[in-house]
């Protein structure tokens, strides 16, 4: 059974201060690995997604990194209006519509 | 539509009584999910239509859950006999398809509380 773990499970951090969010991950054939964010009372929205070790994505302030058994989210000198819970899946093996996701960490950035 | 809308948002209902919940997937989107999240947690998938046909119905807790999709676009999820641990947010996506690591576009969600 694929396995998703998100650590911590809530980070709060000062506007400008930089921080790495991590996702480990157990499955049998990853298809892809997948972060999104989701702000109180609205469903998730995506932001990356990753298909082998070694690749990285960007999209403003937030990087995304993969590994054999991690994911990293590193947040560059974040703002208040980066803000929410960031959640990691993962699609594997012949399932591949099916999303698995971690509990996800709740990040704070505070002004 | 622009995006996957989903009603109602907020339900109420007593212990023991039947609810619908709809989900109206972006226009030309084959695939359409529903998960269910509860407090604190990530999403856990609950069912996955491909067209009309529900391709895998692995995820719904018994048989009191059952999810129609009739003309391969909205889809409704029916509960039954409903129960304090069915109280959640139950979140509805649509894809393009279903091949390879396709992207999901999620619902606001329907937040379900029973008394």
């Known amino acids: 059974e694929d396995q998703v773990t998100q650590s911590p499970e809530a980070l709060r951090l000062q506007e400008g201060e930089s921080s790495s969010l991590n996702c480990s991950y157990t499955v049998s054939g990853l298809r892809g690995l997948f972060w999104y964010r989701q702000d109180p009372g609205k469903g998730p929205e995506f932001l990356f997604t990753l298909y082998s070790a070694g690749e990285e994505k960007e999209k403003e302030r937030l990087k995304a990194t993969l590994t054999k058994k991690e994911s990293f989210l590193h947040i560059t000198a974040p703002k208040p209006e980066d803000s929410a819970t960031y959640l990691c899946?993962?699609?594997?093996?012949?399932?591949?519509?099916?999303?698995?996701f971690g509990a996800g960490t709740t990040v704070t950035v505070r002004a | 539509g622009a995006g996957v809308s989903q009603t109602p948002s907020n339900k109420v209902t007593e212990k023991g009584k039947y609810v619908e919940l709809r989900c109206d997937p972006i226009s030309g989107h084959t695939a359409l999910y529903w998960y269910r999240q509860s407090l604190g947690q990530g999403p856990e998938f609950l069912i996955y239509?491909?067209?009309?046909?529900?391709?895998?119905d692995s995820g719904l807790p018994n048989d009191r859950f059952f999810a129609v999709r009739p003309e391969g676009s909205v889809s409704t999820l029916k509960i039954q006999r409903t129960e304090r641990g069915d109280s959640a947010v139950y979140l509805c996506?649509?894809?393009?398809?279903?091949?390879?690591?396709?992207?999901?576009?999620f619902g606001a969600g329907s937040r379900l509380t029973v008394l």
């Open positions: 996506a649509s894809s393009r398809s279903s091949s390879g690591a396709n992207v999901l576009t």
């Open positions: 239509f491909q067209g009309t046909g529900a391709a895998d």
């Open positions: 899946a993962v699609q594997a093996g012949s399932n591949d519509y099916k999303l698995s």
